[in-house]
């Protein structure tokens, strides 16, 4: 079944592989190593980052924790902790009692259901917005509670998504999404996910074991794009970037059938800088 060609929320459930398989794209199978990205940077801001971890770290302690715990806890420099949480208190985030951290309004406020809908509404605006920029799908997916989840997909009838034709969240070794997520998490995580979704063939291109994913994704640079060509689907060609947050490991991905590999570099980098000039804004519309 075809992922409808417009932009909507994704929750898919499993998927039988259909009968008859499309015949094997004449072209030598690709190395799956991705290229070098030289704006792996622009995906990542660090006072974002350091402030959801800390806004994480502060949630974890019900009875409140002072700067030096929380300051251990992130793997951050004092004055660097203390900077941001100043910065988290002024802003309403954290509350500061008796030289204790606590969980502000403004942070208890983002838990409601009308606010994660508004940041929900933010991160599918973006999606349509790079959709039609870039002139391909735009998928947004995350790495929960040992899950892959395709939590928004933004495509046209002229650009269609990948059908979906083996579960994605059991066949993450298969396609940029999942290995992008897995280039993301430790290797005891990646691990369990094999253990609990080995990988198999699913057209002559895909990794044939668990082994040979594992050395993949060793080989990788933590934020480096992945590329992925026909490895999920014959005649479809995948990137995905990576995103990480706090602890959120996310990535937004791009597709293009394989006669249009030519444009995937090119249309993953736009991406990638697109992503970059708003995750600070994005950054807890990401984190849903």
Known sequence: MAIPAQLRPVATPPRQRSATAPEPSPQPPPQSSTPPSHQAAATLIGSVQRAMRLLESVAAHEHGAPAKQLARETGLALPTAYHLLRTLVHEGYLRRDKG????????????????????????????????????????????????????????????????????????????????????????????????????????????????????????????????????YALGTVCAAIPITLGSTAATMAISLPSHQADRLLAAARQLQTEVGRLLGSLALSISI
């Open 100 to 231: 204790l951290f606590f969980l502000g309004e403004a942070a208890e406020r983002l838990s409601s259901s009308g606010a994660q809908e508004k940041r929900r509404s933010t991160l599918v605006d973006a999606l349509a917005a790079w959709r039609d920029s870039i002139g391909v799908p735009v998928y947004y997916a995350m790495y929960r509670d040992g899950e892959i989840e395709v939590m928004c997909v933004a495509d046209t009838p002229a650009n269609p998504a990948v059908e979906e034709w083996a579960d994605f969240r059991e066949t993450g070794h298969a396609h940029a999404i999942g290995q992008c997520l897995l280039a993301q998490v430790d290797e005891e995580a990646r691990r369990d996910h094999l253990d609990r979704y080995p990988a198999r063939s699913l057209t002559p291109y895909t990794v044939r074991d668990g082994h040979s994913l594992l050395r993949r994704l060793d080989r990788m640079r933590r934020m480096e794009l992945v590329v992925e060509r026909q490895e």
